[in-house]
């Protein structure tokens, strides 16, 4: 006798779930991509909410760090930052720009420190002499740039005397020769004379007089001045001490009476 067994028909229910099954896969394979997406964008929709919009990175303070010329206070008060609102939106460079007006300041920079702060980091004018204006003094830098005020000369600096017709680029040229000057020399120069851009003359204390041009070849014009000045015979005009030196042309130096 011949054993039988049943035939599963093609639409029973195993079949309906295989085909179930696979129509779930195909949609799942269509949809995934969509979903990704979607998932993205919410989490990106996320972050720029996070950051852009709540106050959970709020801006909170003003960190000041590198100056010893402006109090911190100043600078905060230059800076005029908005607090409260997030720190992402806040505008650095209308901060930056407003702290460069503080003139004592050569350098501004400034940045987010998360997670609320504002860091403004600043760098001083370095002064290398001094100059009178209207019987008040001030601090020029190596740029030529005429700063601050005082009723007294500033100590341990060279004093610029420029008449009132003198061009801002003359005092410019001067501050570069008192920078070209090495420290030893430097100290000893009591007053830089400025009639012209191209006629500059520098004052040694206690020692001559130093006509020095315009500030091209500085290097070499500080170089033979020094030679000069720690030659005893070099500055002697029948055995008496010169009153005058030029080094206007660094080649061929001359003194005089």
């Not at 409260?84 to 209308?94: I, M, Q, S, T, Y």
């Not at 830098?141 to 009132?164: E, H, I, Y």
Request: proline share 6%; hydrophobic share 45%; net charge negative.
């Amino acid at each position: 006798m011949t054993a039988t067994r049943p035939v599963q028909a093609p639409h029973g229910p195993d079949h309906r779930r295989r085909f179930s099954r696979r129509s779930w896969q195909r949609r799942w394979r269509r949809a995934r991509p969509l979903l990704a997406l979607a998932l993205v964008l919410a989490a990106v929709g996320g972050v720029v909410w996070l950051f852009f919009f709540s106050t959970t990175f709020a801006a909170t303070t003003v960190e000041v760090e590198g100056s010893a010329a402006v109090d911190d206070a100043a600078i905060r008060a230059a800076a005029e930052a908005p607090l409260g609102g997030p720190l992402a939106r806040v505008d650095l460079d209308a901060i930056e720009q407003r702290v460069a007006e503080l003139p004592a300041l050569a350098e501004v920079r400034v940045s987010r420190g998360w997670p609320d702060a504002i860091r403004v980091v600043v760098t001083d004018r370095v002064p290398v002499a001094a100059i009178e204006t209207n019987g008040r003094w001030r601090m020029v830098d190596a740029d030529g740039f005429v700063w601050g005020r005082s009723a007294t000369a500033p100590r341990n600096l060279p004093v610029v005397r420029a008449g009132g017709e003198v061009r801002q680029s003359a005092v410019a040229e001067a501050a570069r020769v008192v920078t070209s000057l090495p420290g030893s020399l430097a100290q000893d120069v009591s007053e830089v004379q400025v009639r012209t851009i191209d006629q500059i003359s520098l004052q040694i204390q206690d020692g001559p007089l130093v006509q020095w041009g315009s500030a091209e070849q500085s290097q070499l014009k500080a170089e033979v001045l020094a030679t000069m000045l720690g030659s005893d015979e070099a500055m002697l005009i029948d055995e008496e001490p010169a009153g005058e030196v030029d080094v206007s042309v660094p080649a061929q130096p001359t003194i005089s009476r």
